[in-house]
C-alpha cells in the first residue's frame, strides 16, 4: 500500500496527539502542518520531524505535498477548514463534532461528493478494540435485550485554561459538542436511532453548555442517560444493561476495560488497551478507505455523524445554547 500523506490542519493539544499516533501507522507518514504563523507552524514540525510547513491554510490546501488532511482547529473552524482542503482535492479526516450543527456537516458531505473526495468525522472511539467487543458482546444476545446505556464524560478546566477555545460560543465551546458527541454516538450504538423523545437540561457559563445532561427514549423503551461537562469533573465510567445483566466499564467511549457481569452469576473481566495513544486506529482506517477508493466510512458514516449532529442541534434548542453559526 503506498502511504498516504498527512497534512495536520492546526497546532493544539488534539494535533499533539494526531502527531504521536501516527508514528506507529505504516499505511500513513505526516509530512506537513499547517498553521496562521510561520513560528507555530515551524515549532510544531520541529517538534515532530515534519519537513513541510506552511503559514497559511490555504497554502496547504493548494499543495500537491499531501493526500489527506487532519483538521484539528476549533470546532467553528471545521467547516472552512475542511472544505478548503476538499476543495484542493484533499481527502478530510475531521476532528468530531464534524461541524458545528447538522447543516454545516451535509454541506461538508456535498462538498465531499462534488470533489470526489474521502471525509470523515475522527470518531476514534469507535474503532478502538474496546468498543468493537463490546459491540460484539452486544450484538451476541448474552445480555439479553439492551434495555439501557449510560456514559458520562465530564471533566474541569483548570483556572489557567479560561481563555481555552472550548469555554468560549464563538468557537462553537461547550460540554455537548466538545464531549457529549461520545455519549450520544456511544447511545446509538447499543440502543438503534428510532429515538421517540429527547429531553435535556444544562448548566451555562458566558453563553456555552458547561454542564448538560441528556435522556434519551427509545421506541423499544430502552433509556439512554447521557451526561456531559467542561467545569465538573465527574466519573467517566459507563454502562450497557441488558435484560440478561451488564457491561460496567471505566471509561465508556473508549473502553480498555470491560467488567461483564449476568444474572445468573457469571462474571468476566476484559481488557483490550488500545495502540498507543488510541488515535491509530481511527487513521489506520482511514488510510484504508482511501487506499480502496472509497468516499465514505463504511463504520464511521455520513448518515451516523449527521444523525448525531441533529440530535444536538435539538439539544441545543431545548437548553438555549445558540451560536453564530447557527445564523
Given at each position: 500500500m503506498t502511504k498516504i500523506r498527512f497534512g495536520i490542519v492546526g497546532t493544539g493539544n488534539i494535533a499533539h496527539r494526531f502527531a504521536e499516533a501516527i508514528k506507529n501507522v505504516n499505511e500513513a507518514q505526516l509530512v506537513a502542518v499547517a498553521s496562521r504563523t510561520q513560528e507555530n507552524a515551524d515549532k510544531f514540525a520541529d517538534e515532530f520531524d515534519i519537513p513541510v510547513r506552511f503559514s497559511s491554510y490555504e497554502a496547504m490546501a493548494q499543495s500537491n505535498k499531501i493526500d489527506a488532511a487532519y483538521i484539528a482547529v476549533p470546532h467553528s473552524g471545521h467547516m472552512h477548514c475542511s472544505c478548503l482542503m476538499m476543495n484542493g482535492g484533499k481527502n478530510v479526516l475531521c476532528e468530531k463534532p464534524l461541524a458545528v450543527n447538522a447543516r454545516q456537516a451535509q454541506e461538508m458531505f456535498e462538498c465531499a461528493r462534488k470533489n470526489g473526495v474521502f471525509l470523515m468525522e475522527a470518531m476514534w472511539a469507535r474503532l478502538v478494540p474496546g468498543t468493537i467487543?463490546?459491540?460484539?458482546?452486544?450484538?451476541?444476545?448474552?445480555?439479553?435485550?439492551?434495555?439501557?446505556?449510560?456514559?458520562?464524560?465530564?471533566?474541569?478546566?483548570?483556572?489557567?485554561?479560561?481563555?481555552?477555545?472550548?469555554?468560549?460560543?464563538?468557537?462553537?465551546?461547550?460540554?455537548?459538542?466538545?464531549?457529549?458527541?461520545?455519549?450520544?454516538?456511544?447511545?446509538?450504538?447499543?440502543?438503534?436511532?428510532?429515538?421517540?423523545?429527547?429531553?435535556?437540561?444544562?448548566?451555562?457559563?458566558?453563553?456555552?453548555?458547561?454542564?448538560?445532561?441528556?435522556?434519551?427514549?427509545?421506541?423499544?423503551?430502552?433509556?439512554?442517560?447521557?451526561?456531559?461537562?467542561?467545569?465538573?469533573?465527574?466519573?467517566?465510567?459507563?454502562?450497557?444493561?441488558?435484560?440478561?445483566?451488564?457491561?460496567?466499564?471505566?471509561?465508556?467511549?473508549?473502553?480498555?476495560?470491560?467488567?461483564?457481569?449476568?444474572?445468573?452469576?457469571?462474571?468476566?473481566?476484559?481488557?483490550?488497551?488500545?495502540?498507543?495513544?488510541?488515535?491509530?486506529?481511527?487513521?489506520?482506517?482511514?488510510?484504508?478507505?482511501?487506499?480502496?477508493?472509497?468516499?465514505?466510512?463504511?463504520?464511521?458514516?455520513?448518515?451516523?455523524?449527521?444523525?448525531?449532529?441533529?440530535?444536538?442541534?435539538?439539544?441545543?434548542?431545548?437548553?438555549?445554547?445558540?451560536?453564530?453559526?447557527?445564523?
Open positions: 467487543k463490546l459491540l460484539e458482546i452486544a450484538e451476541s444476545g448474552i445480555l439479553g435485550k439492551i434495555k439501557g446505556a449510560e456514559g458520562k464524560f465530564c471533566y474541569t478546566m483548570d483556572e489557567d485554561e479560561m481563555e481555552h477555545h472550548v469555554l468560549k460560543n464563538e468557537h462553537g465551546g461547550g460540554a455537548l459538542l466538545d464531549v457529549g458527541v461520545y455519549g450520544l454516538h456511544f447511545a446509538s450504538w447499543y440502543l438503534g436511532k428510532d429515538v421517540l423523545k429527547i429531553s435535556a437540561v444544562c448548566d451555562t457559563y458566558n453563553g456555552i453548555d458547561s454542564h448538560t445532561c441528556v435522556l434519551l427514549k427509545y421506541s423499544d423503551g430502552g433509556i439512554a442517560d447521557i451526561s456531559s461537562a467542561v467545569l465538573l469533573k465527574k466519573p467517566n465510567e459507563g454502562y450497557i444493561y441488558g435484560t440478561e445483566g451488564y457491561v460496567h466499564m471505566n471509561r465508556f467511549y473508549a473502553p480498555q476495560k470491560l467488567e461483564l457481569r449476568l444474572n445468573n452469576g457469571e462474571s468476566r473481566d476484559i481488557e483490550l488497551p488500545y495502540e498507543g495513544n488510541g488515535f491509530e486506529e481511527q487513521i489506520r482506517h482511514f488510510c484504508l478507505c482511501v487506499s480502496q477508493g472509497l468516499k465514505q466510512s463504511p463504520v464511521v458514516t455520513p448518515e451516523q455523524t449527521i444523525y448525531v449532529m441533529k440530535q444536538m442541534d435539538e439539544i441545543r434548542k431545548q437548553t438555549g445554547i445558540i451560536y453564530p453559526q447557527d445564523n
